[in-house]
């Protein structure tokens, strides 16, 4: 049988708990060990060795992974300085920041520093990109179907 003496103690250890976490959450409100947010999906049919250019807006000092579903083979590229060119189909530069090249399906991540690249670390710091998708099928209409989110957020330190 409980004595009025212990609920009461009981009741101070609980209302200490939740105070505990209340100030977990005031003093560092970014408690988030993993958020992952939503951009969009997009599906497409990609006509023999075409071009389709998405542009992207995203949270700085984030990486992108595409959950990427395709018929046929192709490339992902991604770009952030000269979009407007790839829209137009008149980029002359021949550079990317990252690549995935003859793939079909699976999860791919663009801007993650852990490659320690200046390529990924310029995806992860920008806010607006573009992902372009290449048909590598000489003969073949490819449909694509592609998933896009944002993570990581500020979990890494550039330094340097």
């Not at 949270?59 to 046929?72: A, H, I």
């Amino acid at each position: 049988m409980e004595t009025g003496e212990s609920r009461f103690a009981l009741s101070i250890v609980l209302i200490g708990c939740f105070f505990a976490l209340l100030m977990t959450f005031y003093m560092n409100p970014s408690f988030t060990s993993y958020s992952v947010k939503d951009i969009g999906y997009h599906g497409f049919v990609l006509e023999p060795n075409e071009l389709k250019v998405l542009e992207i807006e995203k949270s700085e000092k984030t990486v992108l992974e595409l959950d990427v579903e395709s018929e046929n083979y192709i490339s992902i590229f991604v770009e952030t300085e000269d979009c407007k060119y790839w829209v137009e189909n008149t980029d002359t530069d021949n550079k990317v920041l990252e690549s995935v090249t003859v793939i079909e399906d699976g999860i791919y991540r663009f801007g993650d520093p852990s490659t320690k690249t200046k390529g990924s670390i310029d995806v992860y710091n920008s806010e607006e990109l573009c992902l372009i998708f290449y048909n590598t099928e000489i003969d073949k209409n490819n449909y694509v179907n592609v998933k896009i989110k944002e993570t990581d957020k500020n979990k890494w330190k550039i330094v340097g």
